[in-house]
């Protein structure tokens, strides 16, 4: 048996085709690597999307594992886990000597996956909150990490011949249940978001309306410039319920931690990355500024408009609310936009401008300070996206993002 040589090499387009067609008896016309999480000489986790030669498309990933001795600890333990055969044959493969394959949606931490991703399970596992349902529902998977989270559309058909679209997020993460507490204090404060319908095994699952609109981008890059300053300080300015806090201290260690990872995943990026960590923390502004509520992932794809509704930016994906400085939200948003003459350059002029016109209008509105330390935090986490993301060029763009997340540290105030 051929052995992968270590996680590097199975994000190769070729390397992704060997491995599910010739390992796991996929018939793959195409296969492609779009997600990694490494953990340096322990194991590598790297998500696959697939085309098959009749044209059907599917996911699974591979856990890479350092030590024969832990791949087998790891193989052992997901098949007891009685995994189920897919459309391809079995979910479950030892690839070779290093690396464990699961095909979506075997995944050994989120075991009853396939009770909210597959459409004939939804008649039973939604039953309790939707009613009678159709198993003409359909799913469309949004977003899927493996062995953490994944986040789909599902258009429920009850069998009255009603329809309703609701989101599904399905997770390892215990504060899933302050999510969705989140969202109903929200709603009872005014702020648009989308609605919690219910929680599921013991709060792993959370169900909320799904909201109608468009994303804020694709507004924006239409050259359209709603107003998002305002909404912003709105949320700003609700009483924060019991929220995690991200100090100054915290955002220094969490930016340490991703560089750190990111330099063992991209070693020319070591360098660089140390570098931008030093800065960090020689630059940190002082916590004496406001803590508020603040979404915590503000960018241009989690604030939606209904533009043929009320028009008011809605905001979704709160999974990293919490309360910290108004700067996190901004330099986020900010740094999102300026990201783009890296990530997608067609885009990077609307978004900045944007952009810009929300941070001059909120800055007539309410103080904010240490923006540019914030931008900086936002930069280097765009610049760990791409690469656990696998974007094209992703080396030397996240090098690129590095690059602007220091001369925004460096100028900040």
């Known amino acids: 048996m051929i052995t992968f040589a270590g996680p590097t090499e199975l994000i190769d387009a070729g390397a992704a085709h060997v491995l599910l067609n010739d390992r796991c008896g996929v018939p793959v016309r195409e296969a492609a690597a779009e997600y990694v999480r490494h953990k340096p000489e322990q194991s590598t986790v790297v998500a696959f999307r697939f085309t098959t030669t009749d044209g059907a498309t599917g996911r699974a990933y591979a856990n890479w594992n350092a030590e024969t001795g832990r791949a087998d600890e790891v193989y052992r333990k997901a098949a007891t886990l009685r995994p189920r055969d897919t459309p391809w044959g079995a979910g479950l493969h030892r690839a070779d000597d ?19 991703v597959t459409p004939r399970k939804l008649k039973r596992s939604l039953a309790a909150v939707a009613g009678p349902v159709s198993g003409r529902s359909e799913v469309t998977i949004l977003r899927y990490k493996p062995e953490r989270r994944v986040v789909a ?57 799904f909201v109608p609109g468009e994303q804020l981008r694709e507004i924006v890059e239409r050259g359209l410039s709603p107003d998002l300053a305002r909404p912003l300080l709105d949320l700003h300015r609700v009483k924060p319920p019991n929220l995690p806090r991200r100090s100054i201290a915290h955002e220094v260690a969490k930016a340490e931690s991703g560089l750190a990872g990111l330099a063992a995943w991209h070693p020319q990026a070591a360098g660089l990355a140390t570098d931008v960590g030093r800065l960090l923390r020689d630059k940190a502004p002082s916590d004496q500024e406001p803590f508020v509520l603040v979404h915590g992932d503000l960018h241009a794809k989690n604030v939606l408009i ?48 944007h952009a810009d016109l929300t941070v001059e209008s909120y800055r007539r509105r309410s103080s904010l300070q240490g923006l540019g330390w914030h931008v900086g935090i936002g930069l280097i986490d765009q610049a760990l996206l791409v690469a656990r993301h696998l974007e094209p060029d992703w080396e030397q763009n996240s090098l690129a993002l590095l690059q602007l997340a220091q001369s925004a540290v460096e100028s900040a105030q």
């Open 98 to 116: 290093h690396t464990v394959v699961y095909m979506f949606p075997n995944d050994p931490r989120l075991r009853r996956m396939r009770w909210y």
């Open 153 to 209: 559309k599902v258009n429920l058909h009850r069998r009255t011949g009603e329809t309703s679209p609701l989101l599904l997020r399905y997770t390892t993460d215990k504060d899933q249940g302050q999510l969705a507490g989140l969202g109903r204090y929200l709603h009872g404060q005014g702020v648009p978001t989308p609605r919690p319908v219910a929680q599921l095994e013991n709060g792993a699952v959370t169900i909320d309306e």
């Open 306 to 353: 209904d533009l043929a509704g009320d028009a008011r930016p809605c905001f979704v994906d709160l999974e990293r609310a919490a309360i910290g400085p108004a700067a996190i939200d901004l330099g986020c948003y900010l740094a999102h936009a300026r990201a783009m003459s890296v990530r997608q350059p067609s885009f990077a002029g609307a978004a900045l401008a």
